[in-house]
């Protein structure tokens, strides 16, 4: 299962559409770094909504995609991330320190936004 | 197989997905709440990474248990891998000899209601788990 990755501007969206294999996140890490780098884009948005379960690896995953992308000096947010995955998450002692995380892909897009104002 | 009880043969990153999912599946048709069912999957998840990262295949074999007036669920990893030499250290938090986060059994042991686990060195792992419904 591939996650497609959508370019909307200085932006681009990664949407999970099923639960995710530890091959397929690896995956998607080599492929969001290669477009970051490709678009020179500013932010990353990895939207979970659809992620069944965050397990040690994906969120570790998750964790270095966020910071490959900041060396290259661009942002991460990982938006979506139901709330019974949070509560098994923080059970499971998981944390995302370090990444930005939103409620859904419209205040992660005004996240990013508000950052490049800042920076601009 | 017994009736209720699923086996899912773990042999690699894909066999996961398909462990946590039945396990999910399982926990909704028993009635848990879909929280209660992350709990279980998310379970699944970590003891099947386990059998992939330290002893390459196993099983986990899915069980619906009758306690004394609730209903639960089972899950019991094996493996015939290389084993746990040091189980009371593998419970401690941050602890891995894979490279990982090494998070799983302390992290598993929180999520669900009972944890068992027994190992010999060379002889392989076993650790059974359950949730019993609110």
New interface residues.
Partial sequence: MEVPILKQGEVLIATFQA?????DLEHLRRGLVQQVVKFRSRGVIVDVTAM??????AS?TLREIAHMIRLRGAETVIVGI????A???V????TLEGVATALDLEEGLAYLIQKFKNID | MRPGEIRVAINSDQDIVAARQKGRALAIELGFSTGDATLIATSISELARNIVSYARKGEITLKVVQGSSRQGISIVASDRGPGIWDIRQAMKDGFSTSGSLGLGLPGVRRLMDEFEISSEPGRGTIVTVKKWKQ
């Fill in positions: 639960a995710l294999s530890d091959a069944d379960v965050m397990d040690s690896f570790r139901q709330p019974e995955v509560f098994a998450m059970q499971l002692g998981l």
